[in-house]
């Protein structure tokens, strides 16, 4: 997979500023400018985001005035009424339903992927590749199709409105993806460590565990940042075959547009804390977000 | 082998910090139904209960912890959705009686059919033993319209509901016009037009435009029956192209387009209340159950607005009749806690909580006739309790328009394909609303899927 | 929960040992086994979860179901699918799934490279720049699609035709029009709201294309005295081939699944139904399993035939390895 990367040659060094290095007025000028550009092109973009967060500090009435009222005093009315002022329902066991979801389900993905990919770029299987598009493959078919039997196997087993069945199905999801990106990381595993270790008589959970995830750490971090961002975000599943308990934040959150008048501050609240984990988690890793998103193929 | 010892020691480890994960995430979410959170052995039962989330049922929520829970030691776990998700949920519960519900917000139009099917708990063996609930109490078409065709009763109302006009005093005093007593719809579209723009900003009439049939479908329905249309003839065939649906589609499409509210076809009754409590509109046919939120004590618009009955057209009356109620899932294993929840949400002392403790006219009202007797109330309703009454006694289910019937419903038609009709038929009409198509476009579509569903009934 | 269990219970790939009992050829017997063990929880649970559900789509498209009407369900043979075919609603969705899908990925793919090109240059805050641009894709698409919706399109207080009214105000226009976007344009109200959502994604992947490129060889160009567009379409476009294909690719995946924005911002009306919504309405508010699971299989062969071109791509893509025997 690396050869995305390289194109050939030895993976080169990032190119340390031989090309913009501004050595004149002029190009230092011409960068000021470019600057600016980025700066209003990136705030315009963000817009919408932080309107959102804006609001979610605004009170009802001022959220809802036109023309905006941007200078609207700040309160956090929003967000009291999102955890539950005024007895409304808690967020707190829809939050921690997908957190448990999340979580879970990716500590499977990670426990199931990390053999897999082992099979597929270390020890090969025979037609590797086919099986990597196998995976790939079952990526593409409509989720859709399969919720109704998926609905019927679960009223069927009492495991409808149960936290595990998303685990199950959010492992599924996130499975091939999983393995696309791990198989290119174990890649870049030296096989002269594990030979060591299988010298030494290792069994293969034990050079799983202590030989390579601690040299693969970086792409596992990027796997189970994925995996975890899309478990999280996942609604339609959470929407049909949840109810009380294992209901997620975001089964949650389309509740939240209520008929009784204004919403707009409690929904941009709701939304900032939904979305707060995932932005979090993706803010303190962008490079490992850009490696994920891009199934390992990009380093 | 210290060193293999060792690593299957890791191993059993692992396996057991995995079993205990397990056994601690239990078989269940966090949202609890029985869960952890109660301690073991579980003393108190719990309910599941799926509500649309109408201002009544929020405040509902709100209330059931200190008021019912505290005295039963019932827990009770809500599910508050938007009416059509709300809708596709407790059907697809209920149909498979999957039972992850004890209680659902149900309405007329689920009672005959859900009974016929067998998903709901009969509530008769209840209400006889519950003296204190007072079933006379509640009013005759309501009862009526909850009660099967085997003659049980099987859902109980939380609040009902009757369609009428409301309109903004002030704005039509500024204009000088005068909304008579009993308006039609040709004297309403006059009034809307004159209206339009009184202040700026502000449109003539608020109609719902939004997709689904428990939206846009029941006011237009409505109008559909006092102009002399109908669905359905007698034996199923379907009339959407016929004179009297086509007049009424033209006509209220033409109305919302021309002083409608910005947004019609995204505009359901949710929307429109919003516009009335802005002073967005000056005028909204809609449900009674919205007078109460306007009326109530933050509103804005607070004693600014009048009530009329629905206009009509070729009929005496047109408003509509329809409440949420509780129904109870056969499926459910907790049938007496959940009698015990009915009883408490539809009973007259809840009526007397809201009173107090949110304000009189914010009582889900509509169901009781003492409701109609109580000086309190009459005192904060005054505007809009008696019209309500009146408006609810007067319609006829089985009888709605000028021609006969296959199935009673005044807003629609009680068959269970239905909401997927109306919820289509509805979307053509929204798209003509958007300006997408014609009337006759829509119409002509809609037509051939009213006839596919109309031929299943034969 | 099985893979510790597996790989425990089977021998671990062990050369030497395979060697000694005979060393037959390279995939027979014991030894590939071996080599398969740690695949196999992997593949067997994705089998289980994603196809043994299609099986049972297979079957119960064969039937008459609505769960509406319990006591008529009977066996119908074919019919279902003689519905999905002569549906106008099924052909108007594949249609909006084809137009959603492609307008979208063009769309930000085309931004995100001028955003990634931007990016690519020097410039005083230029980490904040990114984490602002990339902040759309970390908002959970739920609230990206809510907060469009209302916050952002609605024609009384949305931002939209606020900021608009407070421009006009600027100019003395107290009545401007306020135009009601998802009614008007609700196809490109759902592709913008989309489109907001999938750019930061594309730039991201590009910019980590524009950043591998050769700096030795951009030099030599530069020395060569190329021109700023020269190089752009001689070296930098080529290069980022792979990374565009790689976007397009992964965009049309998670797109044309894209369920959230159109169940939120206009619930599948004003001819914004996809074949996700489609279905999910056939099954979930018609409530007509039968048809549901029919349209279901019959979506389920369509994207067969299109991943197996996708994939013939995506092959391309990944096919020369690592230096790995």
């Given at each position: ?153 679960a009223k069927n087993t009492g495991l409808l409105d149960n936290v595990w069945l998303l685990v199950i199905l959010y492992t599924s999801m996130n ?125 | ?228 249309g109908t669905w359905y003839d007698k034996d199923w065939n379907a009339q959407l192209t016929g004179p009297g649906f086509e007049k009424a589609t ?199 899927l009213a006839e596919k569903a109309g031929k299943e009934q034969k | 929960m099985s893979a510790p269990v597996t790989t425990r219970s089977l021998p ?314």
């Amino acid at each position: 997979m690396t050869t995305l990367t390289t194109a050939g040659a030895p993976a080169p060094a990032r190119s340390k500023g031989v090309r913009h290095a501004p050595h004149t007025r002029k190009a230092r000028r011409k960068a000021a400018w470019i600057g600016l550009l980025a700066w209003i092109v990136g705030i315009v973009f963000c817009v919408p985001a932080l309107w959102m967060l804006l609001t979610s500090f605004h009170s009802e009435p001022d959220a809802a005035t036109n023309p905006p009222s941007i200078a609207a005093p700040l309160t956090l009315s929003g967000y009291k009424v999102f955890f539950g002022a005024g007895g409304g329902a808690s967020p707190w066991p829809p939050l921690i339903n997908s957190a448990l979801s999340s979580v879970l389900s990716t500590a499977l993905v990670l426990a199931l992927a990390l053999p897999a990919a082992y099979a597929l770029s270390i020890k090969r299987v025979r037609k590797w590749t086919d099986v990597m598009f196998f995976f790939l493959s079952t990526k593409m078919l409509p989720v859709v199709a399969g919720l109704l039997p998926v609905y019927l196997f679960a009223k069927n087993t009492g495991l409808l409105d149960n936290v595990w069945l998303l685990v199950i199905l959010y492992t599924s999801m996130n499975l091939p993806i999983a393995v696309w990106m791990m198989q290119s990381f174990l890649a870049d595993v030296p096989v002269s460590i594990i030979e060591a270790a299988q010298v030494d008589g290792a069994r293969l959970p034990t050079v799983l565990l202590r030989v390579v995830a601690p040299v693969a750490a970086p792409g596992i971090a990027a796997t189970s940042l994925i995996c975890f961002i899309f478990s999280w975000n996942e609604l339609l599943f959470a929407r049909v075959l949840t109810g009380v308990r294992a209901e997620t934040a975001p089964v949650f959150l389309t509740g939240f547009v209520t008929s009784q008048g204004l919403f707009l501050a409690q929904l941009c609240a709701a939304s900032v804390v939904v979305s707060l984990p995932v932005l979090a988690a993706g803010f303190a890793a962008q490079d490992k977000l850009v490696q994920g998103l891009s199934l390992g193929a990009v380093k | 082998m210290p060193l293999k010892q060792r690593r299957q020691g890791t191993y059993v480890r692992l396996g057991a910090s995995v079993a205990a994960a397990t056994l601690l995430a239990g078989c269940a979410g966090a949202g609890g139904g029985g869960g952890s959170s109660s301690g073991g052995g579980g003393g108190g039962k719990a309910l599941n209960v799926l509500m649309v989330n109408n201002p009544q049922m929020t405040e509902l929520q709100k209330l059931t912890a200190d008021n019912f829970t505290k005295k039963t030691g019932i827990k009770v776990h809500f599910t508050v959705l938007p009416e059509n998700d709300a809708r596709d949920k407790f059907t697809q519960d209920f149909s498979n009686q999957a039972g992850q519900y004890d209680i659902a917000t149900i309405s007329n139009f689920e009672v005959p059919f859900y009974a016929k099917n067998g998903w709901l708990a009969p509530l008769d063996s209840y209400v006889k033993k519950d003296k204190a609930f007072d079933q006379a109490d509640i009013l005759g078409p309501m009862q009526e319209s909850l009660t099967g065709d085997d003659g049980k009763l099987y859902a109980e109302p939380f609040y009902g509901e009757s369609s009428f006009l409301m309109y903004r005093k002030d704005l039509f005093a500024k204009k000088h016009l005068t909304m008579p007593a009993h308006p039609t719809w040709q004297q309403v579209a006059d009034l809307a037009a004159k209206v339009d723009g009184a202040t700026p900003g502000v449109k003539g009439i608020c109609l719902r435009g939004l997709p689904g049939w428990g939206e846009m479908i029941a006011p237009l329905t409505t109008v559909v029956n006092t102009m002399g249309g109908t669905w359905y003839d007698k034996d199923w065939n379907a009339q959407l192209t016929g004179p009297g649906f086509e007049k009424a589609t033209k006509f209220y499409v033409d109305l919302v387009r021309k002083h409608g509210e910005a947004g019609a076809a995204q505009s359901g009754y949710a929307e429109c209340l919003n516009d009335m409590t802005q002073g967005k509109t000056a005028m909204w046919y809609d449900s009674t159950a919205g007078a109460g939120s306007l009326e109530a004590s933050d509103s804005p618009v607070k004693g600014k607005i009048g009530y009329v009955p629905a206009p009509v057209d070729k009929t005496k009356t047109s408003g509509w009749l329809y409440t949420w109620a509780w129904g109870v899932q056969k499926a459910s294993k907790n049938q007496d806690a959940a009698w015990k929840f009915i009883s408490w949400a539809s009973g007259k002392g809840y009526e007397d909580l809201v009173g107090k403790k949110i304000g009189w006219s914010n009582v889900p009202a509509g169901k009781r006739a003492s409701t109609y007797s109580n000086p309190d109330y009459l005192k904060d309703a005054s505007a809009f309790a008696d019209i309500t009454k009146k408006s609810i006694a007067g319609v006829d289910p089985k009888n709605p328009g000028v021609q006969q019937r296959p199935t009673p419903g005044i807003q629609f038609v009680d068959f269970p394909g239905f909401t997927d009709l109306g919820t289509k038929v509805s979307q053509e009409i929204s798209s003509a609303i958007a300006g997408k198509q014609s009337v006759e476009d829509a119409l002509k579509k809609s037509q051939a899927l009213a006839e596919k569903a109309g031929k299943e009934q034969k | 929960m099985s893979a510790p269990v597996t790989t425990r219970s089977l021998p671990p790939a062990d050369a030497s040992r395979t060697a000694r009992r005979g060393g037959r050829a390279p995939g027979g017997g014991a030894r590939a086994w071996a080599t398969r063990a740690p695949l196999m929880p992997a593949l067997l649970f994705l089998i289980a979860v994603t196809q043994l559900p299609f099986v049972a789509t297979l079957v119960i498209s064969l039937f008459d179901w609505n769960s509406l009407a319990p006591g008529k369900r009977h066996f119908h043979g074919l019919s279902n699918y003689a519905t999905v075919f002569t549906d106008s609603d099924m052909r108007d969705s594949v249609f909006t799934t084809i137009l959603l899908t492609v307008t979208v990925v063009v769309a930000s793919v085309v931004i995100g490279l001028l955003l990634a090109l931007l990016l690519d240059r020097k410039f005083f805050g230029r980490g904040i720049v990114r984490t602002l641009l990339i902040t759309p894709f970390l908002l959970v698409p739920v609230s990206a699609a809510l907060l469009w919706k209302h916050v952002l399109y609605n024609p009384e207080y949305g931002l939209l035709n606020g900021a608009w009214s407070w421009v006009a105000g600027l100019f003395g226009d107290h009545t401007p029009a306020q135009p009601d976007w998802i009614s008007n344009m609700p196809l490109t109200a759902v592709e913008i709201a989309l489109v907001w959502q999938w750019t930061p994604f594309m730039m991201l992947i590009l910019l980590a294309g524009l950043q591998s490129r050769p700096a030795e060889t951009l030099e030599a160009a530069r020395l060569d005295g190329a021109g700023p567009w020269q190089m752009f379409r001689f070296l930098t476009l080529p290069h980022l081939r792979r990374y565009l294909e790689l976007g397009i690719l992964l965009g049309s995946i998670n797109v044309v699944q894209n369920f959230d924005a159109v169940f939120t911002i206009t619930a599948g009306g004003l001819g914004t139904a996809n074949l996700p919504y489609t279905i999910y309405e056939t099954f979930y508010q018609a409530h007509e399993y039968g048809l549901a699971s029919a349209a279901g299989v019959v979506v389920v062969i369509g994207t067969i035939i299109i991943a197996t071109f996708a994939l013939r791509v995506v092959s391309s893509l990944f096919t020369e390895e690592a230096g790995r025997a």
